[in-house]
T-cell receptor, first 110, second 114 residues
Framework: GQNIDQPTEMTATEGAIVQINCTYQTSGFNGLFWYQQHAGEAPTFLSYNVLDGLEEKGRFSSFLSRSKGYSYLLLKELQMKDSASYLCAVNRAAGGKLIFGQGTELSVKP | DARVTQTPRDKVTEMGQEVTMRCQPILGHNTVFWYRQTMMQGLELLAYFRNRAPLDDSGMPKDRFSAEMPDATLATLKIQPSEPRDSAVYFC????????????FGSGTRLTVV
């Protein structure tokens, strides 16, 4: 089976830092993705982690601990345009099933 | 930029009618996914293909849904007969197996069954 958990919603202030957590229990693991989805649009790829540790990409960073079944997405210097849903997705096998969590709705306030 | 193309963008149909949704994956991508998104269930994987062969369609109600890839440039998802509970946004995504840059999603087909 599979279980991917994220907080349903979060609120943060423009210019601040926010951390969105994701825990997972899946049969098979070959990497974890984070996607961003603005209302009414398609999900867009943000980051990929397959080994433990932190991957940094500009204002966004993603962390993975495979032994704990845990990941987080860190967004720095928040901007209003970062208001969106952030989806954690687990790849269960190389090039295989990509299973998504329910998403975390982030609201950035002035 | 290369993109995944889905048609139609919006579809309103009556219960019982057949619905066909189409997807043109990015050239060179060998893996294609079909997802359905609703507020209640989020993004659900319906089926996926690699090198045009169906690998898993366990997320799809088989009595009414079917997914095919007649060639490398076209994937289709059919619902026959459609029901109101099928109303959702259907996304197609494509990528290369083993790549670390994620899968690219199409703009989706918003289906409303009345």
């Amino acid at each position: 089976g599979q279980n991917i958990d994220q907080p349903t919603e979060m609120t943060a202030t423009e210019g601040a830092i926010v951390q969105i957590n994701c825990t997972y229990q899946t049969s098979g693991f070959n990497g974890l993705f984070w996607y961003q989805q603005h209302a009414g649009e398609a999900p867009t790829f943000l980051s990929y982690n397959v080994l433990d540790g932190l991957e940094e990409k500009g204002r966004f960073s993603s962390f993975l601990s495979r032994s704990k079944g845990y990941s987080y997405l860190l967004l720095k210097e928040l901007q209003m345009k970062d208001s969106a849903s952030y989806l954690c997705a687990v790849n269960r096998a190389a090039g295989g099933k990509l299973i998504f969590g329910q998403g975390t709705e982030l609201s950035v306030k002035p | 930029d290369a993109r995944v193309t889905q048609t139609p963008r919006d579809k309103v149909t009556e219960m019982g009618q057949e619905v066909t949704m189409r997807c043109q994956p990015i050239l060179g991508h060998n893996t294609v996914f079909w997802y359905r998104q609703t507020m209640m269930q989020g993004l659900e994987l319906l089926a996926y293909f690699r090198n045009r062969a169906p690998l898993d369609d366990s997320g799809m109600p088989k009595d009414r849904f079917s997914a095919e890839m007649p060639d490398a440039t076209l994937a289709t998802l059919k619902i026959q007969p459609s029901e109101p509970r099928d109303s959702a946004v259907y996304f197609c995504a494509s990528g290369k197996a083993g790549a670390n840059y994620g899968y690219t999603f199409g703009s989706g087909t918003r289906l409303t069954v009345v």
